[in-house]
């Protein structure tokens, strides 16, 4: 006998053999979490024992929209952004949902094209790390109708998951301030970027908390926030009189920074205490393990997935946008450790 084909035919030989309704089963492929864990388990032995695969394109086409979701990010291979699509995956897994993983390389255009993309084969919806603060460029994609969450970054007019980078900031350079006499230097990336902007507003919330003059904080600004990055700035802070304190706003930098001072000779911590950001899976293992401000990034794209379901299921005139913003904590390692009580 000829093997059934088309996705109703299908769906309504697994439902003879699991003993259940076609919706049943339907349900077990695309909304799992209405369907009992008994009967989904039942369902989808049935669909293994039978080798059926469902007619998703068909379906989609029916929808307007398929269950892929769409995640952009503007650098893979940093993994502050591996994590976060590793936590995107997770949450997209226990949902049945794929992921189209894109990555803008830290262009703008690029990234507006990506997204662009995305909405023209009616994915689902799109989960973005956005470049820059300019939010016309994403109400543009919403208003292609496609569902939109920010990670990393707080909307005015949708879902997002954020940390509070202005709590990290103070975090960081609190921790230098209480174990070392002196003031601190910071090491950041373009204040154009609102994460940036945000832990040195913490870093100068810190100085006066701690009655210094903010205003005296001494800034070097970097154009990529990367090793190489690090390491030059190690040579421009040898051209002057070192500092006891470094704050790098995030540990690519930092570990950079170690490197290049380990090529002179300079012992972290006891010369100069560092702390980085981020607590990227490298800051643990450095040489000299680095103290850091950790965010939580897996948690950040898990809760994006749940927003974005939320979004695709709820009736737009009753869904109401939400933000989560993460509170970011302190790692204290051997590049800066806690100052010993006398």
Known sequence: ??????????????????????????????????????????????????????????????????????????????????????????????????????????????????????????????LVVPLTADNR??????????????????????????????LGGRLAAQHLLESRDADFVLVNGSHSIPQCADRRTGARAALSAAGRDPDSLVEYEVDDMTTEAGVEIAERLLEKELPSGVFCTNDLLAIGLMRGLAHHGIAVPDRVAIVGYGDLAPAADAPIPLTTVDQPKFALGNAAVEMMLAEITEKDDTHRHSATVFRPTLVVRDSAPARKNS
Do not use: W
């Not at 590793?86 to 990506?114: F, K, M, W």
């Not at 909307?155 to 980078?165: A, W």
């Open 137 to 166: 460029r994403l109400s543009r994609l919403r208003s292609l109708g496609t569902h939109l969450v920010l990670i990393d970054r707080e909307s005015p007019d949708g879902c997002s998951t954020s940390i509070d980078d202005v």
């Open 1 to 126: 006998m000829a093997r059934e084909t088309g996705s109703r035919i299908g769906l309504l030989a697994v439902a003879k053999e699991a003993g259940v309704s076609i919706a049943t089963v339907s349900n077990t492929l695309n909304r799992p979490d209405v369907v009992s864990a008994a009967t989904r388990a039942r369902v989808l032995a049935v669909i293994a024992k039978m080798d059926f695969v469902p007619n998703t394109a068909a379906a989609s086409l029916r929808r307007g929209s398929n269950r892929l979701i769409g995640l952009v990010v503007p650098d893979i291979s940093n993994p502050f952004y591996s994590e976060i699509a590793r936590g995107v995956t997770a949450a997209a897994d226990r949902h049945r949902y794929g992921v189209i993983l894109c990555n803008s390389q830290d262009d703008p255009d690029r990234e507006l094209d990506q997204l662009e993309m995305l909405a023209e084969h009616r994915a689902a919806g799109a």
